[in-house]
């Protein structure tokens, strides 16, 4: 018998009794990954070339996953990447 719980599928996994789409947490980790790139290419350029490559990047994984319910998940993303704006900024 299949059971979707831990199944990924097109990067969401499908969790609960309602079976409500959520990113699967190596979507994550790729996201992650892809920030990390764009941080590192970032040292010595300026804030806004940072964000014009962090934009697409972002907009399109938003995009993808906006079924997603769980708040947290974004948040902690959210607090990664203002964390590392600031570093290219000097104020950590």
Known sequence: MFRPNGAKFLGCTFVGTTGAPRAHPKSFGRLRDKLKDIFYCARG??????????????????????LNERRGVFEELDIHIRRHLRKLIGIA
Not at 45 to 66: C, M
């Open 45 to 66: 350029t300026s804030l806004h070339v940072a964000i014009a490559r962090l934009n697409p990047v972002l907009r399109g994984w938003r995009q993808y996953f906006r």
